[in-house]
Nanobody, 132 residues
Framework: QVQPVESGGGLVQPGGSLRLSCTFS????????TGWIRQAPGKEREAVSC??????????YYADSVNGRFTIARDNAMNTVYLQMNTLRPDEPAVYYC???????????????????????WGQGTQVSVPS
């Protein structure tokens, strides 16, 4: 099975930054869509960003809650997708998951990137802690 591997989580002060990484071995991420989905304690999973392969430069999506603060990027040579998280807030500690959609949501509404059920492969998550 193909499994993404997340790294980069940790503890950061409010207003600080972290960069998460998601890496595959033997899998070309540039051909698919890769999303970042977080789950805070007691809350449902929330997709915060996604990068699609439907253009050469990638098409990116952001949840309103993180737009302007988070940036998703892809390094094709390293088979890695990053999530740069800036200005982290005290209510944003969560386990962050990297997930891949093999279909790149083809034939589905654009908003499908927000749906956890549309992703095929999931990593085990990396913890991000933001003390208040």
């Amino acid at each position: 099975q193909v499994q993404p591997v997340e790294s980069g989580g940790g503890l950061v002060q409010p207003g600080g930054s972290l960069r998460l990484s998601c890496t595959f071995s033997g899998f070309t991420l540039e051909q698919y869509a890769t999303g970042w989905i977080r789950q805070a304690p007691g809350k449902e999973r929330e997709a915060v960003s996604c990068i699609s392969s439907r253009s050469s430069e990638g098409i990116t999506y952001y949840a309103d809650s993180v737009n302007g603060r988070f940036t998703i990027a892809r390094d094709n040579a390293m088979n890695t997708v990053y999530l740069q998280m800036n200005t982290l807030r005290p209510d944003e500690p969560a386990v962050y998951y990297c997930a891949v959609s093999l279909s790149d949501f083809y034939g589905l509404p654009a908003a499908s990137w927000r749906l956890a059920a549309e992703y095929d492969y999931w990593g085990q998550g990396t913890q991000v802690s933001v003390p208040s």
